[in-house]
């Protein structure tokens, strides 16, 4: 599938996906809205001094990066585990402009987390770690030592790629949740706060980011 580099509202840069008409983040500021949905209202409203982040769809590896970031800079231990099943290519990760956005110490993080081994765990710093799992969310079964905080939800939109969004993936991600892990998506629909609600989550709608009214967060109780 053919992708393209695009600059967002905020001068960050992501991927499209004219066949599907999608992007990896959003128009309105790629980092911006990696900032504001998984980092302020995932990772920084997690209370834990040392926590585990499952990411689904590791895609550019900007979630991973202002997470790492903010590891460093807060001293919080963090295990970052991402699912991926169709990795960028070196090209592509070369055109992207985030390490420069920030600092020398993003450029040698963002390389690094794209340089990390696959289905591994890497430690990226001494607060973070990586481990980049190559593979289909749809038949992919958690690891029972696995214990999540926080969920980043990052697949493509539920229109888009309506089978990464059903119930039994939802079902399986709580259950690999920890007591008061934090579950976020820049998904609004009505009807992934109801399934999610269904799983047992309580779902709580947010402020979304610039050009988003709302957002959606859970927490398993
Ligand atoms: C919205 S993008 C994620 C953006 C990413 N979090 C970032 O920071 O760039 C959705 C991602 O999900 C990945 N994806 C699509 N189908 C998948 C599947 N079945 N299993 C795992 N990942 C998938 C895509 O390749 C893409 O990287």
């Known amino acids: 599938m053919e992708r393209r580099l695009i600059e967002t509202a905020d001068g960050s840069k992501t991927l499209f996906i004219p066949e599907m008409n999608e992007q990896y983040h959003s128009v309105n500021g790629a980092l911006t809205e990696s900032n504001y949905v998984f980092l302020q209202q995932g990772y920084l409203a997690h209370?834990?001094?040392?926590?585990?982040?499952?990411e689904v769809g590791f895609?550019?590896?900007l979630n991973a990066l202002v997470t790492a970031l903010e590891a460093n800079k807060l001293k919080k231990r963090t295990r970052f585990v991402s699912i991926e099943k169709y990795p960028v290519t070196p090209g592509?990760?070369?055109?992207?402009?985030?390490?420069?956005?920030?600092?020398?110490?993003?450029?040698?993080?963002?390389l690094q987390m794209h340089n990390a081994e696959w289905n591994q765990e890497v430690e990226i710093s001494e607060y973070f770690s990586l481990q980049k799992i190559n593979g289909d969310l749809t038949k992919?079964?958690?690891?029972e030592a696995l214990k999540i905080d926080v969920v980043y939800f990052d697949a493509f939109g539920p229109e888009k790629q309506?089978?990464?969004w059903q119930n039994d993936i939802f079902l399986k991600i709580?259950?690999?949740?920890?007591?008061?892990?934090?579950?976020?998506?820049?998904?609004?629909?009505?009807?992934?706060?109801?399934?999610?609600?269904?799983?047992?989550f309580e779902m709580a709608?947010?402020?979304?980011?610039?050009?988003?009214?709302?957002?959606?967060?859970?927490?398993?109780?």
């Not at 690999?176 to 009807?191: I, N, P, Q």
């Not at 980011?209 to 109780?221: I, S, Y």
């Open 47 to 54: 209370p834990a001094r040392s926590l585990t982040v499952f």
């Open 140 to 143: 992919y079964d958690f690891d």
């Open 162 to 164: 309506p089978d990464m």
């Open 205 to 221: 709608r947010l402020p979304g980011p610039p050009g988003k009214r709302q957002m959606l967060r859970g927490v398993k109780k």
């Open 92 to 110: 592509e990760i070369s055109e992207l402009n985030y390490g420069s956005l920030f600092s020398e110490e993003a450029s040698q993080l963002f």
């Open 59 to 61: 895609g550019t590896g």
């Open 174 to 200: 709580y259950n690999a949740c920890r007591h008061d892990a934090l579950f976020v998506t820049y998904s609004a629909k009505g009807e992934i706060r109801r399934n999610l609600a269904a799983c047992g």
